[in-house]
């Protein structure tokens, strides 16, 4: 793209601003500027043009669970079913860390925190001993895909290969890197991060499955064999991956989609929960929720909207290629942007400043025709890392693993 093409593309939208610096710039530092330019969704900024609306939801209606009573009666046949599977390496693994764990507050990324007391263990450490067990159960590797993004993708292929990708098979790690979106002002303005390039931030985590699809990663998983995609955050350290009881339970049911859930510890606890949305699955915010579904209990006594989400989730890859192309529900999400003003001179926002824009994996759900709740024992399973202190915190999920009995 030239500077009059930039120029062109930019002022309709009134976002000439970003040209502002490029008489600047050295030859390097202006073709990276339009190369920004030229990728730029501009389609983005409609969003926020007459005030955020975040997209509202349809009829709500309640969804059980496979509990954890029903699997254990059927463990033996769901396991068994599911190490088949990951056996002839029809079960792949997603770990996505792409995010900048902006709680916690590290640079770094979140898979490098150290989760040790008296040793040290990194987050992506545990997590690949985790996926290890069911590797040596099954006798198999699994494949295991990692998204970062473009602010974490070295640090993170780095930490992998100085520490022998922790005793996996590099043969079977693959990277891709998320795509990345423009940060704006509240005026829809898009901020500049440096003289030569935009603020922008990892767009979410909805768009997992474009982005390891862009990096020819479909064709790569064909050829292993590859059905099943099992999908997990980078923060929760007792994560169960490719779980064969999980996997078996999704396959024996005929669905497309699974999700591993938590009965909710209350009425007010703030999680995802998964339910129905006009006749489909769905995962209904706890702010989206009104007080009376939220409180509201069946004859037993449960909470009918019982099942909290901990993303955790199986997809057939043959639905998520057929509706790849689909537009998804943007968010947009009020953040402290840093950036240079029309001085020049950087500014670190003590408070929000504008808005970046995600989509979400948790949509992803409402796009498939079924989706298998399947409860798990969060005191098992559960102990995300997403704060500095308190309520999932680093200490909140040490205890939960010296009480599973890691050694740390
Ligand atoms: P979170 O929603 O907790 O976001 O991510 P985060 O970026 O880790 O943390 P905060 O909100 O800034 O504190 C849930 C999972 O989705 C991944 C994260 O790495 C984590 O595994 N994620 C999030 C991405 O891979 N890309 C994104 O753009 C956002």
Known sequence: MTYEEALQKLSPAGQEHLLQYYGELAQEQKNRLLEQIEALDLSLLELVKDGVVEPSKGKLEPLGAVT???????RA???QKGLEAVRSCKVGAVLLAGGQGTRLGSDKPKGMLNVGIQRELYLFEQLIHNLMEVVHRADAWVPLLVMTSEKNNKDTVNFFEEHDYFGYDPDFVFFF?????PSVSYEGKIYMEDKDRMAASPNGNGGWFSSLARAGLLGRLQELGVEWLNVFSVDNVLQRIADPVFVGAVIDAGCVCGAKVVAKAGPDEKV???CLEDG????????EMTDENRNSRGQDGELLYNYGVILN?????????????????VHIVEKK???IDSNGKMVRPEEPNGYKFETLILDMIHMMENCLPFEVDRRKEFAPIKNR????????ARELMKENGMEL
């Open 177 to 181: 890197v998320q795509d990345m979106a």
């Open 280 to 287: 489909k699955p769905s995962i209904v915010e706890y702010y």
């Open 313 to 329: 989730y199986l997809f057939d890859i043959a639905t998520l290629t057929r509706i790849m192309n689909e537009n998804m529900p």
């Open 68 to 74: 954890l009573e029903q699997i254990r009666e059927k």
């Open 77 to 79: 046949e769901y396991e």
């Open 389 to 396: 202190t308190g309520v999932d915190s680093l200490d909140s």
């Open 337 to 339: 942007i840093p950036y």
């Open 272 to 274: 995802g929960v998964l």
